[in-house]
């Protein structure tokens, strides 16, 4: 079983052996939603299906979900259903990739992880890996797959609230992680959200940080180094990851993981809701 990461060679050697796979394609663009489709069906892994971010991933109703942002979190049995439509069962490992530098991909890991299914993994390197080393592609409309019968199991992975965030802010026992590039955190620009800045209080972990220049992860021992300096002595167990819409920052729960961090709380909702919450604080700088 794979849990966090999962290599090129692991991969292919999984489909060779013909063990329950699945392969999640969830390449997107923030800036253009669209385009999502297009890259899916120019050039994908061969087999794989797409996770669209905005019609997969994310409530498309204030009633169909439990947060508030731009992306926020569909209810679990709803994401169940969606599991189910793509035909994904409980006995399949699953393994999620982009090509965007796992800040999309991280966010169905940690869905499925929070749907109770241990077995999902984050193809290291993502699409650019893959094709560097010749794996087998596919392009055009991707076939039809018969529905499942995927059923939720116990959460592995949990979220905050907007409220529980701002209850404990400012308190020792909790220690916020921002994972939106620097600019953005510093509120010197913002093209997504209602106001610039940042929750007082959080540090700043651009997600891209955990990524070395061939675009995988780093080692584990850098990456407990690198935490270890961020957290300079704050209790691990009490961090609080976000981004701007609670999907960015899963390459920072990630990362802490395999550095051997127990997991920690998701703010779902993050910035996006933060920021359209009337009469929080804000900081800049």
Avoid at 23 to 31: G, I, P
Wanted: aromatic share 8%.
């Amino acid at each position: 079983m794979f849990t966090h990461l999962i290599s090129v060679d692991q991969l292919q050697a999984l489909q060779a052996s013909g063990a329950p796979l699945m392969v999640f394609d969830c390449s997107f663009d923030l800036a253009d939603p669209a385009k999502a489709d297009a890259m899916f069906a120019q050039q994908r892994i061969a087999g794989s299906v797409q996770a669209h971010l905005d019609r997969d991933l994310s409530a498309h109703a204030p009633q169909d979900a439990v947060n508030g942002g731009r992306h926020p979190l569909p209810k679990r049995e709803l994401f169940a259903q969606t599991l189910r439509r793509l035909g994904f069962e409980n006995t399949m490992q699953a393994v999620v990739v982009d090509r965007n530098g796992a800040n999309y991909c991280g966010r169905l890991w940690w869905m499925l992880k929070w749907a109770g299914h241990e077995a999902v993994a984050v193809l290291d390197g993502g699409l650019p890996a893959w094709l560097a080393a010749g794996g087998a592609t596919a392009s055009g409309p991707a076939p039809a797959r018969a529905p499942s019968h995927f059923e939720l199991k116990p959460e592995l992975r949990h979220w905050v609230g907007t409220q529980e965030v701002a209850k404990h802010l400012g308190q020792p026992t909790q220690t916020l992680i921002d994972a939106r590039g620097a600019p953005r955190y510093r509120g010197e620009v913002e093209p997504l959200d209602p106001i610039a800045g940042h929750i007082p209080g959080a540090l700043n972990r651009p997600f891209g940080d955990n990524l070395g220049p061939d675009g995988r992860f780093k080692s584990p021992a850098q990456l407990k180094t690198e935490f270890a300096a961020l957290l300079a002595g704050r209790d691990a167990a009490g961090v609080v990851h976000h981004c701007g819409s609670g999907v960015s920052t899963v390459p920072n729960i990630i990362a802490m993981e395999l550095a051997g961090y127990p997991p920690v709380a998701l703010y779902a909702g993050s910035w996006s809701e933060w920021s359209r919450t009337p009469g929080l604080p804000v900081a800049k700088g």
